[in-house]
């Protein structure tokens, strides 16, 4: 009997434990406010009494594990879980994502208007850079310098010279196309261009004051007419004044082909190649368009035009950060109206 008491004061002890821990009723209908002592006949083992209870916030199959003395299952462990502090990672995270989203939507408008501005100073230095290229090349022409240390800093500048052709050593620059201010300007923006391809002639001319021999390009034939046998006509033959725009060597843009001197077709200004195979030094000239003749090359081919775009990307960096605005204000705008609504209705 004294056994069965015990064991009952037991059961009623952990009841409220039971009921907090969410087990419901320990036996029968009835709250857990109400204790009710188990028969005697129904009392747990003494020796359960000895085992540590669960905790009291384990699940009820726990707390019954623990009181009936059953050995938990093998690689299964209750933990209690932590509701609130994953709410608050998840929280703080979030935050963090949302501060950095709106740091780098604030670095767009930022990086584009100090492009604007950036390019506000570049199209001041492109236009004071055509107008000297507008004063050089209308200049009046000089003598061809004899060093061609000299000639770094004349290019685009007319020189004369006085001199005569050697037609047997003719290179071709191709595929160009013509020339032509008035055409290139009704073709502006087109996809395509009506121009007839054809190369331009490039040819060795001794000078007799200097007593060297440079390279001239003498202008522009059309295709059918880059063999000089068709041409004969055009083939100036004694000394020649000559003036023309001194030109320096380029170097290979990106796509542009390898010259090919085996066939003798040049993409580029190569003059330390196109001197060695001559024979001439390393100067070049385009002659002036005074200097065709009948039936020889189209001279007056030199492109002094310079691309000046920095307004247009002026604009468009000064807009984006404007359009990035725009969504704002149209929700402030409906925020205003809104309250404007309901101040008068009230």
């Given amino acids: 009997m004294a056994a069965a008491r015990q064991l009952g004061l037991r ?17 029968g209908p009835g709250r857990c406010g109400r204790a009710r002592v188990r028969p005697a006949g129904r009392a747990l083992g003494v020796g359960a009494l ?24 093998a690689g299964l462990a209750w933990r209690p879980r932590r509701c609130g502090s994953s709410s608050a990672e998840a929280t703080a995270t979030k935050t963090e994502d949302e501060s950095f989203l709106r740091w780098f939507l604030l670095l767009i408008p930022v990086t584009a208007f100090g492009l604007g501005t950036w390019q506000v100073q570049r199209r001041k230095w492109k236009l ?8 050089r090349v209308m200049a009046e022409p000089i003598p061809l310098p004899a060093d061609p240390m000299e ?19 003719e290179l071709y620059m191709m595929p160009r196309t013509m020339v032509d201010p008035a055409r290139e300007a009704r073709e502006a923006g ?19 004051e200097l007593g060297i021999t440079i390279l001239v390009n003498r202008g522009f034939v059309p295709r059918r007419k880059v063999n000089p046998d068709t041409r004969r006509k055009g083939q100036v033959e004694g000394e020649v004044d000559l003036v023309g725009m001194v030109r320096l060597t380029e170097t290979r843009k990106p796509f542009v082909p ?11 200004r190569d003059l ?22 009948p039936g020889g090359p189209i001279g007056g081919q030199t492109r002094v035009t310079l691309r000046n775009e920095h307004l247009q990307y002026i604009i ?24 404007v609504s309901l101040s008068l209705n009230n």
């Fill in 258 to 268: 390898e010259n090919n001197p085996e066939r003798n077709h040049w993409h580029y």
């Fill in 190 to 208: 087109r996809l395509s261009s009506a121009a007839e391809s054809g190369a331009y002639v490039v040819t060795p001319f001794h000078c007799t």
């Fill in 11 to 27: 059961a009623a002890g952990l009841r409220p434990l039971l009921c907090a821990a969410g087990a419901g009723p320990v036996s």
């Fill in 272 to 293: 330390e190649a196109m001197a060695r195979l001559t024979g001439a030094e390393p100067i070049f000239i385009d002659a002036d368009f005074k200097s065709t003749v």
């Fill in 151 to 169: 000639l770094k800093n004349l290019e685009y500048r007319p020189v004369k010279v006085r001199g005569h052709f050697d037609h047997s050593q």
């Fill in 50 to 73: 000895s085992r540590p209870l669960a905790s009291p916030q384990a699940p009820a199959s726990v707390v019954w594990r623990s009181v009936l003395g059953i050995a938990p299952r």
């Fill in 128 to 135: 004071q850079l055509i107008a000297e290229l507008e004063s």
């Fill in 316 to 339: 468009t960096c000064h807009i984006i950060p404007l359009v990035q605005e725009v969504p704002k204000l149209d929700s402030w705008c409906v925020r205003r109206f809104a309250e």
